[in-house]
Antibody, heavy 127, light 110 residues
Framework: QLQLQQSGPGLVKPSQTLSLTCAISGDSVSSNNAAWNWIRQSPSRGLEWLGRTYYRSKWFRDYALSVNGRITINPDTSKNQFSLQLTSLTPEDTAVYYC?????????????????WGQGTLVTVAS | QSALTQPASVSGSPGQSITISCTGTSSDVGAYYLVSWYQQYPGKTPKVIIYEVTQRPSEVSNRFSGSKSGNTATLTISGLQAEDEADYYCCSYAGGTSVLFGGGTKLTVL
């Protein structure tokens, strides 16, 4: 059974960098048919897709325009996990952050949906 | 890009059918067959119930179904049960590196 286990701080100061890690069991971060996403949820912004990384002969990374320039998602094949770094935090970045798997392909064509979710990490940006 | 538009709340009685709409644009919902729906109970993680507009994961009840017409996708729940009371979110690929979610709909079973 695939499981995603998140770790990282729950409180970060404004202007600092958020770092979260997602450990994968039951699948491989290097899978040819999986994308590894970060999604956040807050009362003010709802659900918001932040970005993803996936492997297709080489590593790819896609980021949402709303956080592009502040976000980095990296795979760690030695530990079978992936991470999120989000810089220059403001109180608007306060949210529950989820690591999420999504299939890359359905019936041979590119697809976009999210089938396995981590437990979520409440991140509060405050001094 | 703006979030997809969903009604804030819908309600129905046990046994009835309800629909939840998800309205986007010709650049997202209308452009791709890549709409998914998620069910979320309070304090829990979202769970996919529909993907690729109409596809249902094997473990999801066949009372849940999806459709799309133009820029609007629709989730239908038939034979409403008390356990269906939850928040529901739609999601659509919107081209490039854009994935949009709806604002969510709270379903109340009367």
């Amino acid at each position: 059974q695939l499981q995603l286990q998140q770790s990282g701080p729950g409180l970060v100061k404004p202007s600092q960098t958020l770092s979260l890690t997602c450990a994968i069991s039951g699948d491989s971060v290097s899978s040819n048919n999986a994308a590894w996403n970060w999604i956040r949820q807050s009362p003010s912004r709802g659900l918001e897709w932040l970005g993803r990384t996936y492997y297709r002969s080489k590593w790819f990374r896609d980021y949402a325009l709303s956080v592009n320039g502040r976000i980095t998602i990296n795979p760690d094949t030695s530990k079978n996990q992936f991470s999120l770094q989000l810089t220059s935090l403001t109180p608007e970045d306060t949210a529950v952050y989820y690591c999420v798997r999504g299939p890359l392909y359905y019936l041979g064509t590119t697809t976009y949906y999210f089938d396995y979710w981590g437990q979520g990490t409440l991140v509060t940006v405050a001094s | 890009q703006s979030a997809l538009t969903q009604p804030a709340s819908v309600s129905g009685s046990p046994g009835q059918s309800i629909t939840i709409s998800c309205t986007g644009t010709s650049s997202d919902v209308g452009a791709y067959y890549l709409v998914s729906w998620y069910q979320q109970y309070p304090g829990k993680t979202p769970k996919v119930i529909i993907y690729e507009v109409t596809q249902r994961p094997s473990e999801v009840s066949n009372r849940f179904s999806g459709s799309k017409s133009g820029n609007t996708a629709t989730l239908t729940i038939s034979g409403l049960q008390a356990e269906d009371e939850a928040d529901y979110y739609c999601c659509s690929y919107a081209g490039g590196t854009s994935v949009l979610f709806g604002g969510g709909t709270k379903l109340t079973v009367l």
